[in-house]
């Protein structure tokens, strides 16, 4: 996989799904929904600071809350390119890998937000496990990731992956 570069923005925990896609946003077509990405935050202003490739960095539990699909995908269209957390609710995991947004965790995420100043970019390298400050050229450890979940990130999502398996069958897609 590529490696991911981009500014960071910091969550505590218990980042929720109404927090990361309000309820009223929940009714706008799916191109749009990337205006609402974390509108209910502590960074309200989120969908109009991040940047292709930007990286959310939080604490326990992201995702809690409701099942909506639609709150990784807001996430993803955003222009995110990782999420590293300390842990994250199942279903928002589940529903984040099978879009191709990937999520990984860390036991050393709240030293890399110690070690963080205004400005600085990380960059993730996915296949290493490895996350980078690359302003202060110091690395942390990133938590494994199964061959599954790794095979469906680096298809793109779970619908890329079924396409590819299939392909390698010799069926024909579309």
Do not use: H
Request: charged residues 30%; hydrophobic residues 35%.
């Amino acid at each position: 996989m590529e490696k991911i570069k981009g500014n960071v923005f910091c969550f505590k925990d218990d980042v929720d799904t109404d927090q990361i896609l309000p309820g009223y946003a929940m009714s706008s077509p799916e191109e749009e929904l990337k205006n609402f990405a974390l509108k209910g935050s502590c960074i309200p202003k989120f969908a109009e600071l991040v940047n292709k490739g930007d990286i959310i960095l939080a604490g326990e539990n992201f995702g809690c809350g409701s099942s909506r699909e639609q709150a990784p995908v807001a996430i993803r269209q955003s222009g995110v390119g990782v999420i590293i957390a300390k842990s994250f609710a199942r279903i928002f995991r589940r529903n984040a890998i099978n879009i191709g947004l990937p999520v990984l965790t860390s036991d050393y995420v709240d030293e890399i937000k110690e070690d963080l100043s205004d400005g600085d970019v990380l960059e993730v390298d996915i296949d290493k496990l490895k996350v980078t400050n690359i302003n202060k050229n110091k690395s942390y450890q990133l938590n494994e990731l199964t061959d599954v979940t790794l095979e469906t990130l680096q298809a793109g999502g779970l619908i890329n992956k079924v396409i590819n398996k299939l392909n390698e069958k010799g069926c024909k897609n579309g």
